[in-house]
């Protein structure tokens, strides 16, 4: 069996190294990789297939980001192309970005078998790209391969139940990640040596919806300046916001480093007093290593974690920022409950493809 996997943006490249290991490990499927090209420079991209042995992609198609309806226009010309020249048995997408709807809808208007990793997350804002990528990629998919119980309960909801579809939970891919690499990075990171901080508050911003409303911006930055004045705050920053920030002479005044790989990552999350994001794939992993996770954000797809108590959504409200980062400062997360599976999901779906496809 065929597949082609479709990746473009830097957290599909961490959930499709967990998968990928797995289903090379099963002889009858042959997985090849395209990549968009979505992300481009080597701390948003190559350092993901170096770091974490990623199969090399067989083609690039280096569609770099655009306007949205442009970049998912020129990724659905040139991923068409390739899946008429491949002629898979199906086409495996990750996620929730343009690169995810391109690939989709290639697949679907091939009538290629599309399986969609990460299905049936719903943060129920239609304002994000995001949401609208998952809700169209969803619809046309053979293959849902939720992470969660509330994404199954989502799909059901959305009268999932009533269509010829495979609804399947999985369990996580980032969870199995977080625990085969966990050790790799503890070897192989240098980060903590460079940064040189015994204790620090770990933030990352890139959301459309926080770099693209300055009042938004302003006042996560004027939150990131307070917190660094008690603890160092270090920010790994997107380019984008780097860009939109710089250009508006507002960069914070903490410890700003350019984007890491997914070891430094870990590390950062492991040596963390607190966890500040708008990222959905740090949420998690904040929690895998058991650190509190501020999100920088008015709701979540990973409903779970809100629900456990271990992820506060303080949006863009600079007071309860501040408030909940340094109320949770080295505070253990005494939950460990089993949200996500317990590192078996690239199994299941490996699985799932095995049975379903
Ligand atoms: C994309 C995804 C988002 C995901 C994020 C992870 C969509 C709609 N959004 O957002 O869901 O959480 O990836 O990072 O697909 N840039 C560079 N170098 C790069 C990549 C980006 O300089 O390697 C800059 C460019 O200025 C680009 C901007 O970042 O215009 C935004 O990149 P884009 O891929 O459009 O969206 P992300 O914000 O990264």
New binding site residues.
Partial sequence: MKVVTIV????QFVKAAAVSRVLKSHTSIEEIILHTG????D???EVFFREMEIPKPFINLEI???L?GE?TAQMLTGIEKVLIDQRPDAVMVY??????LAGALAAAKLQIKLIHVEAGLRSFNMAM??EI?RILTDRISNLLCCPTEQAVINLTNEGFGNLNLNVIKTGDVMQDAAIYYSQKSAENSTILKQLALERFVLCTL???EN?NDKLRLRNIVQAINEINAVIPVVLPL???TK?ILAADSLLPHCTIIDPVGYFDMIELIKNSSVVMTD???LQKEAYFFSKYCITLREETEWIELIDNGVNYLVGADKRKIVDTALKYLDQKLLTSIDLYGKGQASENIADAILKYI
């Fill in positions: 473009g943006a830097r957290p979505q992300h481009y420079d701390s948003m991209s770099k980001s655009t949205h970049m996620g929730d970005t343009n690169s995810t790209p995001e990528n890139h959301r459309q770099t997107h380019p984008r860009k990222s959905g794939g």
